[in-house]
């Protein structure tokens, strides 16, 4: 089964600078890869997808993330963070079955 | 078009006792499936539904367990509840065509907490 590596659990980033959340997926064929938000006492919320097409993926809330295949990454990516981006994030694939796997999540701490 | 909805938001229950949680998934999706998130394991898989039948299922004990009806909504049901159980559990609804699904939208999940 194919899995995510989050690599960073908790990214402290003061408002308006940029931010990079790394994700890294286990080599496959072929990959559906996924962004969710977790706000504090919420659901998660899908934030952009990679089905194919397209190695850069644009999402809600001006976020973006890059597929690539030869390094097997997904990173998210904001230029300018909000503090009300402050929230968890989670890098999810999609295995046999719609089976989300979830990576471990990055908390984002955006600091006035 | 309305969200993923789910019944209690929030639950407290006794070890031992069993509980019930419903899941309303978006108008038109035929697939729901059920996550359990706590803080030490993270989001893992329960098991998902498609036109009333169980298509896949997670690594978890036989106490938990669904059902998704004509409709589409689900439930879940754990028996003899155990303290490790306290968690947040999510519902994600999908469209299905041609046995492809696609993005899952999660529900605002509900949280019980096993005393």
């Known amino acids: 089964a194919q899995s995510v590596t989050q690599l960073d659990s908790q990214v402290p980033v003061f408002e308006e600078a940029p931010v990079e959340l790394r994700c890294n997926y286990s080599s496959s064929v072929s990959v559906y890869l996924f962004w969710y938000v977790q706000y504090p006492n919420q659901g998660l919320q899908l934030l952009l997808k990679?089905?194919?097409?397209?190695?850069l993926v644009k999402g809600i809330n001006g976020f973006e993330a890059e597929f690539n295949k030869s390094q097997t990454s997904f990173h998210l990516r904001k230029p300018s963070v909000h503090i009300s981006d402050t929230a968890e994030y989670f890098c999810?694939?999609?295995?046999?079955?719609?089976?989300?796997?979830f990576g471990g999540g990055t908390r984002l701490m955006v600091k006035p | 078009k309305a969200g993923v909805t789910q019944t209690p938001r929030y639950l407290i229950k006794t070890r031992g006792q069993q509980v019930t949680l419903s899941c309303s998934p978006i108008s038109g999706h035929r697939s729901v499936s059920w996550y359990q998130q706590t803080p030490g394991q993270g989001l893992q898989f329960l098991f998902e539904?498609?036109?009333?039948?169980?298509?896949n299922k997670g690594n978890f004990p036989g106490r938990f367990s669904g059902r998704q009806f004509s409709n589409s909504r689900s439930e879940m049901n754990v028996s003899t509840l155990e303290l490790g159980d306290s968690a947040l559990y999510l519902c994600?609804?999908?469209?299905?065509?041609?046995?492809?699904?696609?993005?899952?939208?999660f529900g605002p999940g509900t949280r019980l907490t096993v005393t």
């Open positions: 990679y089905l194919s097409g397209s190695t």
């Open positions: 999810a694939v999609v295995n046999a079955g719609n089976m989300l796997t």
């Open positions: 539904y498609f036109s009333e039948t169980q298509r």
């Open positions: 994600a609804s999908s469209f299905v065509q041609a046995t492809v699904s696609y993005e899952q939208y």
